[in-house]
């Protein structure tokens, strides 16, 4: 079973559009995350869920709104796509405390044309 | 502010060489530190991490990592590499109380025969 999956694995859109995509985890977590990896490989926070309430928003543009429907879940919708927003988005989850091993999930690669 | 310095963005081997990787960190607080390991277009994969106790840590595949505070690194080895360690290599740290990793820029390790 996999314990951290991503839909879709590649999107590719147009600029201007509104695109959603969705992470589930099976570990019974209750902290997710989700991570934007540039061109360069360079990766950096952009939320933190704890039990479904926002605990870090990483200055994150407002066209990016995380929704956590339970604590399983947390989906990541993007409005009016920019090109800059090209990426490969990572979820993650762990339990709550800092030193808790974060599991990651395999990727979205978005691409912005 | 906590940071993550890996020094060489591409480390080259020899297939049974001493794998050495650099992570220098910066932090206020004491850090709890991990290294990841990502395989082409795939998610990240816990090698090990530090959170309290014994400064030498062991990880998965063969690989280790010394905390020295007084040097403030987190440098990760392994004695003899294999053509299968070839990936990209974050070393990341997780500032006391707060949900998130503070990734390094990565390292690229190339394995060749």
């Known amino acids: 079973d996999t314990a951290v999956s991503q839909t879709p694995k590649y999107l590719v859109t147009q600029m201007g559009n509104d695109k959603s995509i969705k992470c589930e985890q099976n570990l019974g977590h209750d902290t997710m995350y989700w991570y934007k990896q540039d061109s360069k490989k360079f990766l950096k926070i952009m939320f933190s869920?704890?039990?479904?309430?926002?605990?870090i928003n990483e200055t994150v543009p407002n066209r990016f709104s995380p929704k956590s429907p339970d604590k399983a879940h947390l989906n990541l919708h993007i409005n009016s796509l920019e090109l800059g927003d090209s990426a490969v988005y990572f979820c993650a989850s762990s339990q709550v405390g800092a030193a808790d091993t974060q599991y990651f999930g395999p990727g979205t690669r978005l691409t912005v044309l | 502010a906590q940071s993550v310095t890996q020094l060489g963005s591409h480390v080259s081997v020899s297939e049974g060489a001493l794998v050495l990787l650099r992570c220098n960190y910066s932090?206020?607080?004491?850090?709890?530190l991990f290294w990841y390991v990502q395989y082409p277009n795939q998610g990240l994969q816990l090698l090990l991490k530090y959170t309290t106790g014994a400064t030498l840590v062991k990880g998965i595949n063969g690989f280790e990592a010394e905390f020295k505070k007084s040097e403030t690194s987190f440098h990760l080895t392994k004695p003899s590499a294999h053509m299968s360690d070839a990936a990209e290599y974050f070393c990341a740290v997780s500032p006391g109380g707060y949900n998130k990793l503070i990734f390094g820029a990565g390292t690229r390790l190339a394995v060749h025969p």
């Open positions: 932090s206020s607080v004491p850090p709890y």
């Open positions: 869920y704890n039990n479904k309430e926002l605990i």
